[in-house]
Antibody, heavy 117, light 105 residues
């Protein structure tokens, strides 16, 4: 059974940093591209970042480009999202998602990030 | 590509045939998926590549469309189908629609 478990969320002040983690199990993590998708409170879904199975190719949404960094450790089956220079508009639930080609077939339960002073 | 879903809110009765619409600002070339999100839960993949049913999803769900216009159909609405439904395109970048909230009448 595919499982994706996010951690690392919480309350952070504007301008500070936070690093999210996603522990994967139930599939061969190193064979799949992965992504982060977020959802602001009562809002729709927004793709944040994607990374190739080997980690060499990354892509970012315009709203986070230059501030967020996606990475992975295939030996630990873990996906990361380093979030710097956080803004209030980054407040959202962040989901880790397994990619099948270009769509997402499994999602984690999400982790809440609140950016507020 | 921007995706516009309609209606934003849909009320229907158990057993009804329900149709949800998703319209792209450009040709999506059938690279469209549908997700179901129940309150407090993560999204679940229902349909990919316009009309392919994800494993384990009931056959009352189906997808169709081409070009810029796509549809998710629930042939006979069940109480457990109450959720918000999002379309998602992966033809040019990766974008989600704003969602259709489906409730029971």
């Amino acid at each position: 059974e595919v499982q994706l478990v996010e951690s690392g969320g919480g309350l952070v002040q504007p301008g500070r940093s936070l690093k999210l983690s996603c522990a994967a199990s139930g599939f061969t993590f190193s064979d799949y591209n992965m992504a982060w998708v977020r959802q602001a409170p009562t809002k729709g879904l927004e793709w944040v970042a994607s990374i190739s199975y080997g980690g060499s190719n990354t892509h970012y949404g315009d709203s986070v480009k230059g501030r967020f960094t996606i990475s992975r450790d295939n030996a630990k089956s873990t996906l990361y999202l380093q979030m710097d220079s956080l803004r209030s508009e980054d407040t959202a639930t962040y989901y880790c998602a397994k990619r099948r080609v270009h769509y997402f077939d499994y999602w984690g339960q999400g982790v809440m990030v609140t950016v507020s002073s | 590509i921007q995706l516009t879903q309609s209606p934003s809110l849909l009320s229907a009765s158990v057993g009804d045939r329900v149709t949800l619409s998703c319209k792209g600002s450009q040709n999506i070339n059938n690279y469209l998926a549908w997700y179901q999100q129940k309150l407090g839960e993560a999204p679940k993949l229902l349909i990919y590549n316009t009309n392919s049913l994800q494993t384990g999803i009931p056959s009352r769900f189906s997808g169709s469309g081409s070009g810029t216009d796509y549809t998710l159909t629930i042939s006979s609405l069940q109480p457990e189908d109450v959720a918000t439904y999002f379309c998602y395109q992966y033809n040019n970048g990766w974008t989600f629609g704003g969602g259709t909230k489906l409730e029971l009448k």
